[in-house]
Every structure is written in C-alpha cells, then in structure tokens.
C-alpha cells in the first residue's frame, strides 16, 4: 500500500485529527493515498499492525517516502521545525 505514492496517510474519516493532518501534507502540493480504516476491507488488520509500530492513537498514521513518520504529533512537529517539507522533496512527493 505504501508504495504507490510517496505520501500514505492512513485515517478514518469521523477523525478531524485525521483530515487535519492529510489537509497539512496536501497543502504543500502533494499526491497523498488516504487510506480510511473503517472502509478498508483489512482496515483492523492495518490498525494492529499502525498500534504495534507504536502509533497510538491508530490514526492519523503517515508514511512519507515509505517510512513510518508518525501520529499528528510527529508530523506537526516535523512541519513546527520546518522539516515536514524537505522530507516530502525527499520522497519525491513535491518539487521545489
């Protein structure tokens, strides 16, 4: 799943933490793959898996350039110290 964009956000879409985030990521230009938990098929399955890597809350959960970044806290963080955007141009998932 991780691999078709640079971006992955996975989320459920009654999480307004959620939206925040993938509207944060997607106001630097990017392609993101949203992936709603609840709508997906193994969407329990792909939880487990986000609260075993440590992302608790389960959702929001980012992948950029097909690395575990974080929760909200992570990505808000990273973009407060102005590292959220040279990690996408990393990834491919802008251009500057």
């Given amino acids: 799943m991780g691999s078709k964009k640079p971006v992955v956000i996975f989320s459920k879409s009654n999480c307004c933490i959620s939206h925040a985030i993938h509207m ?3 106001s630097f230009g990017t392609n993101t793959s949203v992936y709603e938990l609840h709508q ?3 969407g329990r399955e792909i939880e487990n898996a ?7 809350p389960s959702v929001p959960a980012a992948f950029i350039g097909k690395l575990f970044v974080g929760g909200s ?3 808000t963080s990273l973009n407060v110290q102005g590292k959220l955007k ?3 141009i990393g990834a491919n998932a802008i251009w500057m």
């Fill in 73 to 75: 806290n992570e990505v």
């Fill in 24 to 26: 944060l990521i997607y």
């Fill in 40 to 42: 997906h098929p193994k």
């Fill in 86 to 88: 040279p990690l996408l």
């Fill in 50 to 56: 986000l609260l075993a890597l440590g992302c608790n």
